[in-house]
């Protein structure tokens, strides 16, 4: 038995910022690509609260040729001087000590994103290197630190009469997966930022290849509307409604909203508190739908045609090719764990539907002709429902858990409950029946689709409700159908299996697939997004084989590391290249086979590399940004082709294993 040397040396104690260090994760979500960019938006949040608090107008960001990114702003500067506690810089104090800033300080920053005092300091802990430069007070004041630690004492290096803070932070390479900026990525939120906030200029600059771009919009949410809705046709165009209330710890809400609504059928709302964007909602979202229910409601009621008709107009059909923002600056924001896409606080719910029920009246008595249009397209979207209510029924009968009620193609698995089981939704019935001989039937369902399912994006709900291969998902699923977590249709609790995992050809036809699915699932089961449990199975592109040793590789730069492992374990120099009679390609003994499709795998093969747990590489699907999502699925599945050309064009250049 081994000896237990559990004792009190075991306890460590981690001093300043390791445990940052130690557990990066816990406070950037991850080491990858995300959390590498979640550095940069921590730094700007700073400085979009001193433009909050009204201290700032100008925030300038930069990718630098060494790999570096700095932010600076115009606003008050980081104080410098000996900090009433710590005795030491305060400067210091806030970019080496957790839970350390102006944040807490009510009489400092009214409104702010960074809530918890973690966020410079966090990024000072994961960077190698970070300079940080104050001009205040007339003079220009530096501090360097390395992996979070001060390297020297604050110095005076100069004087200036500006004012603002300028951080530079190089990204730790022991620490980060991958330690490169992508511009477009940073862009799109700097752009969202500016969109919020319409008194901030943001000049963002790559100077690794010369790219710029400068962010003021002096529309703020409109802007964003119209942005948002770049690829549809307005059928009424973007609505301003702003106000204020006073929440329950007397501290101020500001309410912006705008919305507007095109010629389809979903819904795209968009919610932020305090500049954060709230993926899953809360109740700011809530007060601004039942607000706009109601109001709607009431004035349809008031007309004489509509009160004669014996369909009523609920919510859902209200919100029919809406598009909206919501832009919530709240004093004390009460968010859902430290990812804060949530927002909890009750108060809220009700000023937001305050103030939108009090403009939104405003607005109606004062356009009578655009809220008819309004009111008649939500009228069409309640006759479509009503049509579908059948189907809708049929539906909901066949969502039982008995498997008599289950689709016919449906392969269910033995083990019922969600957590442990997983399906698979398969394009094509040669794969799908692969996928049913290589399963593990204790936890493994499969689903074969025949064809491509129907584009949702331009289809009405009763010809979405209506195609065979999306009744077959939704009755697989269980979990019901429904744009809205509201939904009465929708009903997460009931989902019967913990993974959803689309698996599709790696050709341009599976491709195709898969964006078809992907759109399915954004526009009516994003909560499933949401929650985690959708995911894309990754197939290998090749098979590498020698003797009787069999390899797969996922793309090209592993196929080239296989091949040149091989060789070398052979001690083959100069293989040359040849195509034998059967069409496959040949260097030095190794026979390379392109998987065309999933069809061309044995049951055995496709167990080993796609659908087994102990080797396969899922994909799991999130949505980081709703409204990237969005006008990524108007661009490529609208009415609109020249959105879709400049997409294609603008992405050629990173397509790779292109299959003519």
Not at 18 to 35: F, H, L, N, Q, S
Not at 53 to 60: F, K, P, V, Y
Not at 497 to 523: C, N, P, Q
Request: charged share 30%.
């Amino acid at each position: 038995m081994a000896e237990n040397n559990y004792s009190e040396s075991n306890i460590k104690v981690l001093e300043g910022l390791e445990a940052v260090r130690k557990r990066p994760a816990m406070y950037i979500g991850d080491t990858g690509e995300r959390g590498l960019h979640h550095l940069i938006n921590e730094v700007v949040d700073n400085s979009i609260d001193e433009a909050l608090a009204g201290h700032a107008s100008i925030i300038n960001v930069v990718f630098h040729e060494d790999g570096s990114c700095s932010v600076s702003d115009d606003g008050r500067g980081i104080p410098v001087g000996p900090h009433p506690v710590k005795k030491i810089s305060t400067l210091e104090v806030v970019m080496c000590t957790l839970h350390a800033g102006g944040k807490f300080d009510k009489d400092t920053y009214k409104v702010s994103g960074g809530l918890h005092g973690v966020g410079v300091s966090c990024v000072n802990a994961l960077s190698s290197k970070t300079i940080v430069t104050v001009k205040r007070g007339g003079k220009t004041y530096k501090q360097e630190y390395k992996e979070g630690k001060p390297i020297a004492e604050v110095k005076e290096i100069g004087e200036s009469t500006e004012t603002g803070t300028t951080v530079r932070f190089y990204p730790d390479e022991t620490i980060f997966k991958v330690t490169t900026f992508k511009f477009e990525r940073t862009s799109d939120r700097l752009r969202e930022l500016a969109f919020l906030n319409p008194s901030i200029t943001i000049n963002f600059k790559d100077e690794r290849d010369e790219n710029e771009e400068i962010f003021h919009f002096d529309g703020g949410l409109k802007d964003f509307v119209n942005y948002m809705d770049e690829d549809d046709i307005h059928i009424v165009s973007p609505v301003v409604m702003s106000g204020d209330g006073v929440a329950s710890d007397e501290s101020i809400t500001a309410v912006d909203v705008c919305f507007a609504y095109n010629a389809g059928y979903s819904e795209n709302v968009v919610s932020y508190v305090n500049n954060i964007n709230t993926v899953e909602g809360g109740t700011h979202v809530s007060g601004f739908r039942t607000a706009l229910t109601r109001t709607l409601n009431t004035y349809a009621s008031n007309d004489p045609k509509l009160s004669k008709e014996k369909i009523k107009i609920t919510g859902d059909d209200f919100r029919e090719g809406l598009t909206a923002v919501i832009s919530v600056k709240v004093g004390e924001p009460l968010f859902e764990g430290q990812t804060k896409t949530k927002l909890g606080n009750s108060d809220t719910e009700g000023i937001v539907r305050t103030v939108v029920a009090d403009k939104l009246n405003i607005f109606l008595d004062e356009n009578p002709a655009v809220a008819k249009r309004i009111i008649e397209k939500a009228f069409t979207a309640a006759e479509a429902r009503e049509a579908a209510k059948k189907s809708r029924e049929l539906v909901r009968r066949k969502n039982a858990l008995e498997s008599s009620t289950l689709p016919g193609k449906l392969a269910d698995c033995t083990l019922k409950t969600p957590e442990d089981t997983e399906i698979y939704i398969v394009e094509g019935d040669s794969a799908g029946g692969s996928a049913k001989q290589g399963r593990d039937r204790r936890f493994q369902a499969i689903l074969p689709l025949k064809g491509k399912i129907l584009n949702v994006h331009k289809a009405k709900f009763t010809k979405v409700l209506d195609n065979d291969e999306i009744r077959a998902i939704i009755t697989a699923l269980g979990v019901g159908f429904g744009q809205q977590e509201d939904s009465e249709d929708y009903k997460l609790e009931n989902l019967r299996y913990g993974k959803i995992i689309l698996m599709a050809d790696a050709d341009v036809d599976g491709s195709h697939i898969r964006t078809l699915l992907l759109t399915l699932f954004f526009r009516y089961f994003r909560n499933l997004i949401i929650n985690g449990n959708l995911f894309i199975a990754q197939p290998p592109l090749y098979k590498l084989k020698k003797g009787k040793l069999e390899l797969y590789a996922y793309n090209e730069d592993e196929r080239q590391e296989i091949i040149e492992r091989m060789l070398k374990e052979s001690k083959v120099k100069n293989a040359a290249v040849a195509i034998d009679a059967d069409g496959q390609t040949k260097v030095g003994g190794i026979t390379i086979s392109r998987f065309k499709g999933l069809g061309e795998m044995n049951p055995e093969q496709l167990w080993d590399t796609t659908m087994n747990p102990e080797t396969r590489t899922l994909l799991q699907v999130n949505i980081e940004d709703a409204v990237k999502a969005t006008k990524v699925f108007q661009t490529l599945m609208g009415d609109k082709v020249e959105p879709r050309r400049a997409f294609i064009e603008k992405n050629a250049k990173y397509v790779k294993n292109l299959d003519i």
